[in-house]
């Protein structure tokens, strides 16, 4: 597909060239794409169950088939959700992370749904003449109260390194001895986002195989679908879900899932530290691999765990600022600063720190209320505007009001291993 001197390739937009020359002016084909992958993570928010009177809390409220459409995703038709991915963790993980159902009758006591994968449709592959895969992975639905608890040790990611660096990458379940945490050359990463990644439970249905494993043996089986097209893995989250996408995005290049000449990209929103510098200089090595972090100069979460603790930046920061856009209150909430639907609204006005705020993209000022408070009254949108109808409750024949029961298609259905 030609593209004018001044238009970016596909390949640039997904950092080929480390996003030189997109970010400041912020390119209108990058800043929608930004756009696109907050919008994948938005959709995680918006149809998790985290009503622990639900026997379906934890999972997700849609079924595949459905679930963009059901979300009210901008182009849902353009795409296919082919997979859906579960996790778990063996050791103590806190609730902000996996949730479970207060009823005997729940649809599983050990698993939560963590994200998707999508995939652009034949005939929108077609007409891009590109085939391109996102993976979604969701954050936490808890605001900020996971910080102090998610355990902020770095343990040693050899599980996720190539075989013939003389580790094991067979992606099987976290183990939770420290006796190879001592060396501090090794490549490591946040224990609590190691857990939720590489954890099984046998006992469960759906996460019999690690987040890791399903995410991994997806991708795998996707290229080979797709063999002979030309691809690309975008790989995106916020909050916990952003940490996520990081460790994937570089487990996927690490371990060679992907041909080299495949781009892996991840876009992340608020991502909190996820390794040392040992891991930033293994990411660095991989020249299909590109991680842009978009971050509010305001928020914290990125500055947690921080330096003093081992950790270092890892990708291209995209630095915005909530508090030039005139929509937005001049909140003093923490959860604002952090919060993917502020960010994704100032991303569309974005032109600078010295630049005035003007939305170039066509979006909807009242997303940002969606589960915030932010905009200012004057907006006239209510706060925290999305949720289930009657927070899910039905009224039955007999006058009895009880939680409803999803529809048949929107079933929590065990993944294929």
């Not at 910080?147 to 580790?167: C, I, M, Y």
């Not at 005139?326 to 010295?354: C, E, F, I, R, T």
Request: net charge negative; hydrophobic share 35%.
């Amino acid at each position: 597909m030609e593209t004018s001197q001044n238009q970016p390739t596909w390949n640039q937009l997904l950092g080929s060239n480390n996003w030189e020359g997109l970010l400041e002016p912020l390119d209108l084909g990058l800043r929608e794409l930004i756009i696109r992958c907050g919008d994948f993570c938005q959709a995680t928010y918006d149809s998790f169950i985290n009503d622990q009177n639900s026997r379906y809390c934890g999972a997700c409220r849609f079924g595949m088939k459905f679930l963009l459409e059901k979300v009210m995703l901008i182009g849902a038709s353009d795409y296919e959700v082919s997979a859906y991915l579960y996790a778990t963790a063996r050791v103590s993980v806190p609730e902000a992370f996996i949730f479970h159902s207060l009823s005997r009758e729940c649809w599983d006591r050990e698993s939560n749904w963590i994200g998707y994968i999508a995939v652009t449709t034949d005939e929108v592959s077609s007409a891009r003449g590109r085939r391109e895969i996102y993976v979604a992975w969701r954050g936490t639905t808890r605001d900020y109260e996971w910080v102090d608890v998610a355990g902020a040790e770095l343990k040693s990611a050899k599980e996720l390194l190539r075989p013939h660096q003389g580790t094991n990458n067979t992606g099987g379940s976290s183990s939770s001895g420290n006796s190879d945490d001592d060396d501090d050359n090794d490549v490591k990463v946040m224990l609590g986002w190691l857990t939720i990644y590489t954890s099984d439970d046998p006992r469960s249905a759906f996460s019999k195989t690690s987040a890791r494993v399903q995410v991994l043996s997806n991708i795998k089986r996707l290229m080979e679908k797709y063999k002979g097209e030309k691809v690309s893995i975008n790989i995106t989250g916020h909050s916990l879900g952003a940490s996520l996408a990081v460790l994937s995005a570089f487990d996927i290049v690490e371990n060679e899932v992907v041909p080299p000449d495949v781009i892996v990209s991840a876009v992340v929103f608020g991502c909190p530290g996820v390794g040392n510098e040992e891991f930033n200089k293994q990411v660095i090595q991989h020249s299909n691999l590109h991680i842009l972090h978009v971050k509010n100069t305001i928020d914290l979460i990125p500055h947690y765990p921080g330096r003093i603790m081992g950790y270092v930046n890892t990708g291209t920061d995209l630095v915005i600022d909530t508090r030039k856009s005139p929509y937005l209150k001049d909140s003093k909430n923490p959860s604002d600063w952090h919060n993917l639907q502020g960010m994704l609204h100032v991303v569309a006005g974005w032109n600078g720190a010295d630049g005035e705020f003007e939305l170039k993209v066509k979006r909807s000022l009242a997303l940002v209320n969606k589960s915030s408070d932010f905009l200012k009254a004057e907006c006239m949108v209510p706060g925290s505007w999305w949720v289930e109808k009657n927070k899910g409750m039905m009224r039955k024949e007999d006058g009895e009001w009880v939680t409803e029961s999803p529809a048949e298609e929107d079933l929590p259905v065990p993944p294929s291993y």
